[in-house]
């Protein structure tokens, strides 16, 4: 029922809002609305109001916002820190700037293979850092400058929900108040405190990571997860010695087990240091950098217990999950659920516990990946300003690259899912591992592997994984097809690129 009626709120919102666009050919940029003071009746406080107030300028923030204002609503965005958010500052982008040096550097390795004579490269972490960090500023000017174009207002600051019975905000003593308000904070990487682990706080976050001066000569990473296999291969890759400390046997536990299995031995061919069973006890600096006692454990021995310790560590990152970036909000002067991390709670249609707030993106805690906050942004503006009441994202089959080396490409159910969903009986695997034609002639050699999980008696492709040169690339187009609902028939009647990696998944047998 309070979904219902949060629904009912929104639709009647909507249908007003058409038909004051219909009265108004000029949209008015403010309007201010007095309130008295209820205590001693001093000179009223004045809020003004929009009508769709943005909490956060990053990918799902921005994105809601300009589609509100292009369906002309009076829209602001409210930012405290670089427009963009974690994608642009320090996630995605710059990540993936990193990982292109780190693939020329493997490319290296190949040349003379490949007939060429390359001697003395050289590589400079301090070039690389300048023109990244030059490409994420230019990024930043672009995000302001679409909102400039786009008449949408920037508000610089931190946003606090005020105890006013209306919804509103409060940023550096300014009142804001919309009958559409949309949190989309996002989150930031969780960290130990120095009494959950002493000296935790010698370490450093993928935030930090992007702050590095130097490359380092001695890397920790500490997490199974993908930021902890990009941020190790990366450094490994560019020469830093690199450890991973893993709580168990393998890394990326989320995944299907045929990626999680090969991308941990890729990390180990690829010469990271893998500690298996394994935290971190304590963290000691030292003139020769920092001391990491590591604790490792025998799965088979409950009390057999290793001590050991990695010297002259430079850079120690804790890459150990995220948390939802709520803090300061005052959310709970809002009524607004949240599940037992922080996330704020939302139903399909990314409502909240309180009417006229919504939330989109990792403050939500579900599909952490910056193309689900942008669509989930766009489609609650369409249904909140073009009255298309249905308009909702479908979170099934999202399509999902970690860039690690080599990369992997994942879209829908894996193996174990489609099994709990479908039943053993009916669900039948496809799957195959081969040498790319690329490292045919090269001395490094790095494996593809591919799978198809299929279900039912038509083979409805249900889920497809891969790991190996280029998967990256080409999972997009594959996505499309589960997405539309192909058969395993319909891989085989599609007509093979030869020679090509790819090709692999229309000939699987």
């Given at each position: 029922m309070a979904v219902f009626l949060s629904q009912l709120t929104a639709i009647k919102a909507s249908t007003c809002f058409i038909a004051r666009k219909l009265i108004f050919s000029t949209p008015r940029r403010h309007e201010f609305i007095r309130r008295s003071m209820t205590s001693d009746r001093a000179s009223a406080a004045e809020?003004?109001?929009?009508?769709f107030l943005v909490i956060g300028g990053g990918s799902g923030g921005l994105a809601g916002a300009r589609r509100a204002a292009e369906l002309g609503a009076n829209t602001a965005v409210i930012e405290s820190h670089k427009l963009g958010g974690t994608c642009v500052n320090v996630g995605c982008v710059p990540k993936k700037v990193m990982w292109n040096a780190a693939v020329h550097a493997e490319y290296l390795h190949d040349h003379s293979d490949y007939g060429f004579a390359i001697e003395n490269s050289h590589f400079s972490w301090e070039t690389l850092k300048a023109k990244r960090d030059a490409y994420v500023s230019h990024l930043n000017r672009i995000y302001r400058n679409n909102l400039d174009k786009a008449k949408i207002e920037t508000?610089?600051?931190h946003a606090r929900f005020t105890d006013d019975s209306e919804p509103t905000v409060e940023v550096n003593g300014r009142k804001l108040t919309a009958p559409h308000i949309l949190i989309a904070t996002g989150g930031q990487p969780s960290v130990l405190s120095d009494d959950e682990v002493p000296g935790a706080s010698l370490g450093i976050t993928s935030d930090g990571f992007f702050e590095l001066e130097t490359l380092p000569k001695r890397?920790?990473?500490v997490g199974a997860g993908y930021i902890a296999v990009e941020m190790a291969g990366i450094l490994a890759t560019?020469?830093?010695?690199?450890?991973l400390v893993i709580r168990q046997t393998g890394v990326l536990r989320n995944f299907d087990a045929f990626i999680s299995a090969n991308c941990t031995k890729e990390l180990q061919n690829n010469g990271i240091d893998l500690w298996k069973n394994s935290q971190v006890k304590s963290v000691s600096k030292t003139d020769k950098g920092l001391e990491v006692t590591i604790i490792t454990k025998d799965p088979e021995k409950k009390n057999d217990e290793k001590i050991s310790i990695i010297e002259e560590v430079e850079c120690?990152?804790?890459a150990i999950g995220r948390q939802p970036n709520i803090s300061g909000l005052n959310i709970g002067?809002?009524?607004l659920d949240t599940d037992e991390r922080g996330h704020i709670i939302v139903d399909e249609f990314q409502n909240t516990s309180r009417p006229g707030i919504y939330a989109v993106g990792d403050v939500c805690g579900k599909a952490l990946l910056t193309p689900v906050a942008i669509a989930a942004g766009r489609k609650l503006a369409h249904r909140l300003f073009e009255g298309k009441k249905d308009s909702k994202l479908d979170y099934s089959s999202i399509p999902t690259v970690v860039f690690s080396h080599p990369p992997i490409g994942t879209v829908g159910l894996t193996e174990e899912e489609a099994i709990k969903s479908h039943g053993k009986e009916n669900v039948k695997i496809y799957k195959t591992s081969f040498t790319p034609m690329y490292h045919a002639i090269t001395s490094r050699k790095s494996p593809c592997i591919m799978k198809l999980v299929c279900v039912g008696k038509e083979e409805k492709v249900v889920g497809l994984h891969m790991q190996g040169l280029g998967?990256?690339?080409m999972l997009q187009g594959f996505a499309v097809a589960i997405k539309m609902g192909a058969t395993k028939a319909d891989f085989d009647n599609t007509v093979a690129i030869h020679p090509t990696s790819s090709e692999e998944f229309v000939t699987m047998r």
């Amino acid at each position: 029922m309070a979904v219902f009626l949060s629904q009912l709120t929104a639709i009647k919102a909507s249908t007003c809002f058409i038909a004051r666009k219909l009265i108004f050919s000029t949209p008015r940029r403010h309007e201010f609305i007095r309130r008295s003071m209820t205590s001693d009746r001093a000179s009223a406080a004045e809020t003004t109001r929009f009508d769709f107030l943005v909490i956060g300028g990053g990918s799902g923030g921005l994105a809601g916002a300009r589609r509100a204002a292009e369906l002309g609503a009076n829209t602001a965005v409210i930012e405290s820190h670089k427009l963009g958010g974690t994608c642009v500052n320090v996630g995605c982008v710059p990540k993936k700037v990193m990982w292109n040096a780190a693939v020329h550097a493997e490319y290296l390795h190949d040349h003379s293979d490949y007939g060429f004579a390359i001697e003395n490269s050289h590589f400079s972490w301090e070039t690389l850092k300048a023109k990244r960090d030059a490409y994420v500023s230019h990024l930043n000017r672009i995000y302001r400058n679409n909102l400039d174009k786009a008449k949408i207002e920037t508000i610089q600051g931190h946003a606090r929900f005020t105890d006013d019975s209306e919804p509103t905000v409060e940023v550096n003593g300014r009142k804001l108040t919309a009958p559409h308000i949309l949190i989309a904070t996002g989150g930031q990487p969780s960290v130990l405190s120095d009494d959950e682990v002493p000296g935790a706080s010698l370490g450093i976050t993928s935030d930090g990571f992007f702050e590095l001066e130097t490359l380092p000569k001695r890397s920790v990473i500490v997490g199974a997860g993908y930021i902890a296999v990009e941020m190790a291969g990366i450094l490994a890759t560019l020469g830093s010695k690199t450890s991973l400390v893993i709580r168990q046997t393998g890394v990326l536990r989320n995944f299907d087990a045929f990626i999680s299995a090969n991308c941990t031995k890729e990390l180990q061919n690829n010469g990271i240091d893998l500690w298996k069973n394994s935290q971190v006890k304590s963290v000691s600096k030292t003139d020769k950098g920092l001391e990491v006692t590591i604790i490792t454990k025998d799965p088979e021995k409950k009390n057999d217990e290793k001590i050991s310790i990695i010297e002259e560590v430079e850079c120690l990152l804790w890459a150990i999950g995220r948390q939802p970036n709520i803090s300061g909000l005052n959310i709970g002067s809002m009524g607004l659920d949240t599940d037992e991390r922080g996330h704020i709670i939302v139903d399909e249609f990314q409502n909240t516990s309180r009417p006229g707030i919504y939330a989109v993106g990792d403050v939500c805690g579900k599909a952490l990946l910056t193309p689900v906050a942008i669509a989930a942004g766009r489609k609650l503006a369409h249904r909140l300003f073009e009255g298309k009441k249905d308009s909702k994202l479908d979170y099934s089959s999202i399509p999902t690259v970690v860039f690690s080396h080599p990369p992997i490409g994942t879209v829908g159910l894996t193996e174990e899912e489609a099994i709990k969903s479908h039943g053993k009986e009916n669900v039948k695997i496809y799957k195959t591992s081969f040498t790319p034609m690329y490292h045919a002639i090269t001395s490094r050699k790095s494996p593809c592997i591919m799978k198809l999980v299929c279900v039912g008696k038509e083979e409805k492709v249900v889920g497809l994984h891969m790991q190996g040169l280029g998967c990256d690339e080409m999972l997009q187009g594959f996505a499309v097809a589960i997405k539309m609902g192909a058969t395993k028939a319909d891989f085989d009647n599609t007509v093979a690129i030869h020679p090509t990696s790819s090709e692999e998944f229309v000939t699987m047998r």
